[in-house]
């Protein structure tokens, strides 16, 4: 069965600080992976993903994530934190087709910017 | 183009009373999901459609029940609420079964189950 783990529930930085959430994944092949951030009282809205190719991938909003299959993981960073950037961050596992393509997310991490 | 719809944005039942949460796509998606957010447990499926006609269970299905009459609607429904069922609801829609797809998200259904 696949899974996702958010070791940090939640995490400060200093606007202008660099960010890295971190996020491992359990999944028998090669894994579909996402990031989402959902801003308060909204609904969530895509990052970046990564299914194949290039491990860096890059996002929406200064974003970038790495893809290292040895560490099973997917971290999401950010050189520069800006204010705006508070918000909740999820990490999601893709199945294949044959799991009806059911998505896993994780527990989530909650960034707080100080100014 | 207005997305993913969910009505209404907030609602309080009394345990025991039935309710219909609503949700609608204008993209043709042919996969929709149901979620319930609970703090510190992230995003757990309900119940998912791959399509009109057909549904399925999720990881947390009971207590709920689901229909897919055309592609844009994706109904949850609640037959009798309990306090369990307090949580905030999303519905979301993707193009396709295949997993690297995007989910387009709505802007959640916050329950209050008394």
């Known amino acids: 069965a696949q899974s996702v783990t958010q070791p940090d529930i939640h995490i400060t930085v200093s606007e202008g600080a660099s960010l890295e959430l971190r996020c491992n994944y359990s999944y028998g092949a090669t894994p579909y992976l996402f990031w989402y951030v959902q801003s308060p009282g909204q609904g969530l809205q895509l990052l970046l993903k990564y299914f194949s190719g290039d491990t860096l991938v890059q996002g929406i909003k200064g974003f970038e994530a790495e893809f290292k299959r040895s560490q099973s993981s997917f971290n999401l960073r950010k050189p520069s934190v800006h204010w705006s950037d508070a918000a909740e961050y999820f990490c999601?596992?893709?199945?294949?087709?044959?799991?009806?393509?059911?998505?896993?997310f994780g527990d989530g991490t909650t960034l707080t910017v100080k100014p | 183009n207005a997305g993913v719809t969910q009505t209404p944005k907030f609602q309080v039942l009394k345990t025991g009373q039935s309710m219909t949460l609503q949700c609608a796509q204008d993209m043709n998606h042919e996969y929709m999901s149901w979620y319930r957010q609970d703090p510190g447990m992230g995003l757990r499926l309900i119940h998912y459609?791959?399509?009109?006609?057909?549904?399925d269970q999720g990881e947390v299905p009971n207590g709920y029940n689901v229909s897919r009459s055309t592609t844009e609607d994706f109904p949850l429904r609640l037959l009798s609420a309990a306090p369990s069922q307090t949580s905030v609801y999303f519905c979301?829609?993707?193009?396709?079964?295949?997993?690297?797809?995007?989910?387009?998200f709505g802007p959640g259904t916050r329950l209050t189950v008394l």
């Open positions: 999601a596992v893709g199945a294949l087709r044959t799991n009806a393509g059911k998505s896993t």
């Open positions: 979301a829609s993707r193009r396709g079964q295949g997993p690297y797809n995007e989910q387009f």
């Open positions: 459609s791959v399509g009109a006609g057909i549904t």
